[in-house]
C-alpha cells in the first residue's frame, strides 16, 4: 500500500463506488476514478495511476456485465468479437502510456468531456429506442475497427470516458437503444481493461494492495448502477450521462484556469 492518510484511502474508495456507479449505467466512470487517483497518489508515475485504475475498473465493469446479461439481450457474440479488437487495441495504447505526461492528462479529458456533452445534447433522441433497419456487415466491420480497435488503443492509452465512447458508438453505428449499448459497452470493456491491465502487469505499473481495497467499492457500485439503469431506461441513462459530463468539465476547468 503506498504512503496515503487514511482519509485519502476513504476517499478513493468513495470515489471507486460512484465510478462504479456511473461506468455501469453510462461509461466513463474513469473520468471520475482517474482525477481522484491523480490527486491520492501526486507523486506517482503516470503508468502506475493508469494500471492502477484498470485493476480497479475491470472489477467493476465486470459486475456490471454480469447484471446486464441476467437481465437484458446482448449480441453476446458480437460483443466478443468487438472486445476482441478492443483488447489488442488498448494493450498496443498501454504499451505506449508510459510516455505520456500527468500534465497533459487534464486538458486530454477536459476535450474528451466536451465532445462527448456537446453530441448527446444536440441530439435529444439518441438512443431513446432501438433502430429498426439491420445492420449491414459493413457496418459491423466498422464497429469493430473504431469501437474495437480504435478505442480500444485509448482505453490503453489514457483510458477515462472509453465506456461512454463505446455507448456512443455503439449506439449510432449499430442502432442500438442506450440500455442495450451499454450492456454490450461492459462486455468489450472487460475485454479493453484486461488488455491494458495485462500490460501494466508486465511493466509492474499496478499498486495491487491499494487497487485491491478499491476494486471491492467498485464492484458494488458497478452492479448498483446497472440495475438502476434496467429498471429506468434509455432515458435514465442520458440524463445521467449529460449530468455527469458536464459536472466534470466545469470541475476540471475550475482546476485549469481557476
Not at 97 to 110: T, V
Not at 134 to 139: D, M
Not at 196 to 213: E, N, P, T
Amino acid at each position: 500500500m503506498p504512503d496515503i492518510s487514511t482519509t485519502m484511502i476513504i476517499m478513493l474508495c468513495v470515489a471507486a463506488a460512484a465510478a462504479g456507479w456511473i461506468d455501469a449505467v453510462v461509461g466513463g466512470g474513469g473520468l471520475l476514478l482517474l482525477p481522484a487517483l491523480l490527486l491520492g497518489l501526486p507523486h506517482a508515475h503516470p503508468a502506475t495511476v493508469l494500471g492502477t485504475n484498470k485493476a480497479v475498473s475491470i472489477v467493476g465493469t465486470s459486475g456490471a456485465a454480469v447484471s446486464y446479461l441476467r437481465k437484458t439481450s446482448v449480441d453476446v457474440k458480437l460483443a466478443v468479437r468487438i472486445g476482441l479488437a478492443a483488447l489488442a487495441g488498448s494493450m498496443g495504447g498501454a504499451a505506449l502510456a508510459g510516455g505520456i505526461s500527468k500534465d497533459a492528462l487534464r486538458p486530454l479529458i477536459m476535450v474528451v468531456l466536451v465532445v462527448v456533452a456537446a453530441f448527446v445534447l444536440f441530439r435529444p433522441g439518441f438512443g431513446v429506442a432501438p433502430g429498426a433497419a439491420p445492420v449491414s456487415r459493413r457496418r459491423v466491420l466498422l464497429t469493430i475497427a473504431l469501437a474495437g480497435l480504435g478505442i480500444g488503443f485509448y482505453d490503453g492509452f489514457i483510458g477515462p470516458g472509453t465506456g461512454t465512447f463505446l455507448v456512443l458508438a455503439l449506439t449510432a453505428l449499430l442502432h442500438l437503444d442506450l440500455v442495450t449499448a451499454s450492456a454490450t459497452a461492459k462486455i468489450v470493456n472487460v475485454c479493453t481493461n484486461g488488455g491494458a491491465l495485462a500490460m501494466f502487469a508486465y511493466q509492474g505499473m499496478v499498486l495491487w494492495q491499494l487497487a485491491a481495497l478499491m476494486a471491492v467499492f467498485n464492484l458494488a457500485g458497478g452492479m448498483i448502477g446497472a440495475r438502476m439503469a434496467l429498471k429506468k431506461g434509455s432515458g435514465f441513462v442520458r440524463g445521467v450521462l449529460l449530468t455527469v459530463v458536464g459536472g466534470l468539465v466545469l470541475k476540471l476547468g475550475f482546476e485549469q484556469w481557476g
